[in-house]
């Protein structure tokens, strides 16, 4: 998979996701046809027509479960996007579905993406924060 642009690495079942993954969907399907399970990190939540692909892909393997973190929400007012994540939430196969916890920043930082200051970590944690809590109000409503 190497030289593709819709993300940095596949690496162990792993996708780093940096566009919008619904473009990409047959190579996600070849990529990860196989997979028992998924860990999915994005910068934004998957929006309403990622998060459909993400649902077919999952209601075509009973056996294959679903791990998604990211950093913020995408466009959390439009319903399209909301309603999205709240079916994907509800999926048998989605195993979590949360914001970056210091468990998903510190595996960026082991593969070298960035380094964090502490200061620098504690507003991560605050905003980290106040997306959660938006994302609760989201799936919970
Ligand atoms: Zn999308």
């Known amino acids: 998979m190497a030289g593709t642009s819709w993300m940095q690495s596949c ?23 196989r997979a028992v399970s998924v860990q999915l990190y994005s910068s934004f939540s998957p929006c309403g027509k990622c998060c459909q692909m993400i649902r077919r892909f999952l209601d075509h393997r009973s056996q ?6 990211f950093t913020s929400l995408y466009r ?4 399209i996007n909301r309603s999205g994540l709240q079916a994907l939430n509800k999926h048998r196969n989605v195993r979590l579905l949360d914001i970056f916890t210091n468990k998903e920043w510190r595996l960026l930082e082991d593969r070298g993406c960035f380094v964090l200051s ?17 994302l609760i109000e989201i799936v919970t409503a």
């Open 76 to 79: 959390a007012s439009e319903d």
């Open 11 to 33: 690496i162990q079942n792993q996708i780093f996701a940096i566009t919008h993954i619904c473009s990409y969907e047959s190579e996600v399907i070849f990529a990860f046809s």
């Open 64 to 69: 294959c479960t679903l791990y998604i973190a």
């Open 118 to 134: 502490p200061i620098a970590r504690a507003i991560m944690n605050e905003w980290d924060a106040h997306w959660r809590q938006k």
